[in-house]
Every structure is written in structure tokens, then in C-alpha cells.
């Protein structure tokens, strides 16, 4: 019995590590705009095998990914989009795939590429890098249209320079990756949003509440220290035990 104890506290205690990198890594993104919290825990986990039908061990598990809406901040910066729910912008991701975020606070590169603030080009509807040329004036309308007013040209001559390609999609669907970034899961590829799709010169602030988190934090080192102590008590019941043996 006391292999069994012993293998559950340490299986216990590598998962609630694991949860507790989770939780830390929810908190350094408290104020990463339109960063979701990810959703982890510790969960029982039977053990297969021969010989093994009555044991159960723990195990982390990933639960999914946050659906709630950060607070909407207002900065007056053109630029800054906040998306509705179950709306993801389109980037380009390293490799050129494609991939979603709610990041809104965009950027405009020297040569005119719209881009995420981390560098990832924004994606048009035409699923090409966006490109806005020269101008003195921008506007990004509910829909996701660019209107630029041409540099040197009457606020009049305002024309269209593409679309920000949005689709629909809850957080259940897509699968967050290494980057940060958000991708399809296998056989749910997000359809266009149509309509209205976000707010302009607004951002939204990531959906971490900090409390929350760091009041999980607190629990989940005592759960590890629980589970250490019982580590130690059946190493020394095991000891105890030895010796009363070899006293024989």
C-alpha cells in the first residue's frame, strides 16, 4: 500500500506544478492586450496495466481556453481595434500559415505592413500581408474596412485600402500553439464574420483577473506541500518498517 501512496502524492505533486506554470504563466499576461487566460487543473487519472485496476494517479490537464471579455479600453489610436466576441483577427505566423489572435493594437512597419504588436502581418481578405500606403489620415469601420485619406489629398478623396479578415469562432474550437497564437482544431476551420465584427480606437485588455490568480497560486503551493508530506511520511514508514524486518 505504500508504493500506491507514495506514487499518487508524487504523480499529485508533478501536476500541480504543471497547473501552478499555468497559472504563473496567466499572470505575467495579466496585461497583454487581448491575451485569454488558459483554463488548467489537476484531474484522476487511472492506471492501465496489468495489476493496476484499483490505482489511481493525478494528472495536469489543459481544460481549455478562456472565453470571457477583457475590459475595453479607450485610446483614440486609429490603429487599436477591439474584437467582438468569438471574433479573431487573421495573422501570419512564422512558417506563413495562418493563424488567430485577439491582439488589437496594431502597427504600422516602416514599408506601410500592418502588423500585431509582437510583428505578425495582419491578413486581408484576400489572405494576403495588408499594406497600407502613405496617408494622413486612417479609419478601421465596424466591419474591419480600412479607409485611408491619400498623403497630400482632401479628407473628400477618402478610399478603401482592404479588409481585415475576421472570422467567427469560440475559443473550444481552436487550439492555442507554442507562439501564443490561436489555430483551427483539426475539422472546425472558422467561417468569415460578417456585420459588424469590432470596435475602432479601442483595445481589450487581457481577461487574467490577477486576484483570482493569485489567490489560486497561494492554493496550489499548499496542495504541493500536502503531497510533499506525504511523500516523506511513506518514505518513513517504509524505513520504519525496513528496520522492524531486518531486527528479525
Do not use: C
Amino acid at each position: 500500500m505504500t508504493d500506491r501512496a507514495l506514487y499518487i502524492a508524487m504523480t499529485g505533486a508533478s501536476a500541480t506544478l504543471k497547473t501552478q506554470a499555468s497559472v504563473s504563466h496567466n499572470l505575467a499576461n495579466a496585461d497583454t492586450v487581448g491575451f485569454q487566460a488558459t483554463l488548467s487543473g489537476t484531474v484522476a487519472a487511472p492506471v492501465s496495466g496489468a495489476g493496476h485496476a484499483s490505482r489511481v494517479a493525478a494528472s495536469h490537464q489543459t481544460l481549455g481556453i478562456s472565453g470571457a471579455r477583457g475590459a475595453l479600453i479607450n485610446t483614440g489610436n486609429p490603429l487599436d481595434v477591439a474584437l467582438d466576441p468569438d471574433r479573431w483577427l487573421a495573422v501570419q505566423d512564422e512558417r506563413g500559415g495562418v493563424a488567430y489572435t485577439r491582439a488589437g493594437d496594431l502597427k504600422l512597419s516602416p514599408n506601410g505592413v500592418l502588423t500585431t504588436a509582437s510583428g505578425r502581418p495582419v491578413l486581408g481578405t484576400d489572405g494576403a500581408p495588408m499594406t497600407i500606403p502613405p496617408h494622413q489620415s486612417l479609419d478601421i469601420g465596424g466591419d474591419g474596412t480600412i479607409s485611408v485619406v491619400p498623403q497630400g489629398q482632401p479628407a473628400s478623396t477618402m478610399t478603401q485600402a482592404g479588409r481585415l479578415q475576421i472570422v467567427s469562432a469560440s475559443t473550444k474550437d481552436l487550439v492555442r500553439g507554442d507562439d501564443g497564437l490561436m489555430r483551427a482544431a483539426p475539422g472546425k476551420e472558422p467561417a468569415p464574420a460578417a456585420g459588424k465584427v469590432l470596435t475602432g480606437a479601442v483595445v481589450e485588455d487581457s481577461n487574467v483577473e490577477a486576484t483570482s490568480m493569485l489567490v489560486s497560486m497561494i492554493q496550489l503551493a499548499r496542495q504541493f506541500e500536502m503531497q510533499v508530506r506525504v511523500l516523506q511520511s511513506g518514505d518513513e514508514n517504509a524505513r520504519s518498517a525496513n528496520s522492524l524486518l531486518s531486527s528479525r
